[in-house]
């Protein structure tokens, strides 16, 4: 490989500019920048969040605090369209929120895609494009 040819290689791999000498009997070590552009955009799922709490407290507390993750659709019912992290994250929020010992209770369902499409209302909303967070 040629010095010129070397430090584009380089460049390309590391996101920065620089002279880069690359030995060909190691591999390359890609940059969190190159490794980042390599993996495809974190994946959404759709996740209704339903709960019964008592306490009107509590519950309005956490109404308000889904309210950051997803769409309203019922007073104790959201709609969110969220990635891996903001799942977890959403389920913190939830967990130091309620109370189980007290009787309160969150269910989840995750819709496939297709289930997604699906849903019918009274309403008039069938679905949600995306949830007003992430419109």
């Known amino acids: 490989m040629g010095g010129e040819e070397e430090r584009e290689r380089g460049e ?9 000498s690359v030995s060909p009997s190691l591999p390359i070590t890609l940059s969190p920048l190159s490794a980042f552009m390599k993996h495809e955009p974190a994946k959404k799922t759709f996740v209704v969040v339903a709960y019964d709490i008592s306490d009107d407290k509590r ?9 950051a ?12 369209l969220l990635n891996r992290d903001q799942i977890k994250q959403m389920k913190n929020t939830i967990g130091e929120t309620i109370k189980t010992k007290a009787g309160d ?9 297709s289930c997604r499409y699906r849903i019918q ?8 494009d995306a949830p007003a967070l992430f419109a």
């Open 105 to 113: 209770r969150v269910r989840y369902y995750f819709l496939c895609e």
């Open 69 to 80: 993750f997803g769409l309203a659709v019922q007073y104790s019912v959201f709609e969110c």
């Open 121 to 128: 209302a009274t309403d008039g909303v069938t679905r949600q």
């Open 12 to 20: 390309l791999e590391s996101g920065r500019k620089g002279k880069i």
């Open 59 to 67: 519950r309005t507390v956490l109404h308000k605090k889904l309210k």
